[in-house]
Each structure stands twice: as structure tokens, then as C-alpha cells.
């Protein structure tokens, strides 16, 4: 997304009306069945390290560390592989 400095009153009703109608239209999209439970809740866990590189996990490919907790955890749920970081802080 690309972010504006100098939005006008024109643009700021687009992006509003155009929020406002794709949040309306989500509670018509369709629930595939079986897949969660009327009331039933998600759950989310984020697993967030700082200073890693991409194949520090075991179950990433590295067959020199043993990272069995994280493995047990990652090995039934998702693994995203393809994520860019931007450093927090910049030298200029």
C-alpha cells in the first residue's frame, strides 16, 4: 500500500466508503463446512524472534541445532518461509 502525504477530502471518502463496503460484503462471504465451528474461537499463536536468520530452525532445514519445543509446535500448523524485515533502527 502506498502512502500519501497529501490526501485530499475526494480521496479521503473514497478509501472510506470503499473500507466500509468491504467490511459489509465480509459477512457474506461463504464458510466452507467443517472447518470452524459456529462460536468456536480461533487460535492465534505468533512465534517472533529477533536477530535470526531464515535457517536457524530445525524444521527449516538445519540439521545442526535441535529446536525440538519449536518443532512440536510448528511441525502440525503453518510455517511461513517468505518474510522481509525492515531494521527498526537506521544509521544515516
Same mark, same amino acid.
Given at each position: 500500500?502506498?502512502?500519501?502525504?497529501?490526501?485530499?477530502?475526494?480521496?479521503?471518502?473514497?478509501?472510506? +466508503?470503499? +473500507?466500509?463496503?468491504?467490511?459489509?460484503?465480509?459477512?457474506?462471504?461463504?464458510?466452507?463446512?467443517?472447518?470452524?465451528?459456529?462460536?468456536?474461537?480461533?487460535?492465534?499463536?505468533?512465534?517472533?524472534?529477533?536477530?535470526?536468520?531464515?535457517?536457524?530452525?530445525?524444521?527449516?532445514?538445519?540439521?545442526?541445532?535441535?529446536?525440538?519445543?519449536?518443532?512440536?509446535?510448528?511441525?502440525?500448523?503453518?510455517?511461513?518461509?517468505?518474510?522481509?524485515?525492515?531494521? +527498526?533502527?537506521?544509521?544515516?
Amino acid at each position: 500500500m502506498r502512502v500519501r502525504k497529501n490526501m485530499n477530502r475526494c480521496d479521503l471518502l473514497k478509501a472510506t +466508503s470503499m +473500507s466500509i463496503a468491504a467490511a459489509g460484503l465480509s459477512g457474506y462471504a461463504e464458510e466452507i463446512p467443517g472447518v470452524m465451528r459456529q462460536g468456536a474461537k480461533s487460535n492465534l499463536l505468533f512465534v517472533m524472534t529477533g536477530q535470526q536468520r531464515f535457517d536457524t530452525l530445525n524444521c527449516a532445514g538445519n540439521t545442526f541445532l535441535k529446536t525440538p519445543n519449536l518443532a512440536a509446535v510448528i511441525d502440525p500448523s503453518s510455517l511461513i518461509c517468505n518474510v522481509l524485515s525492515w531494521p +527498526s533502527v537506521s544509521l544515516s
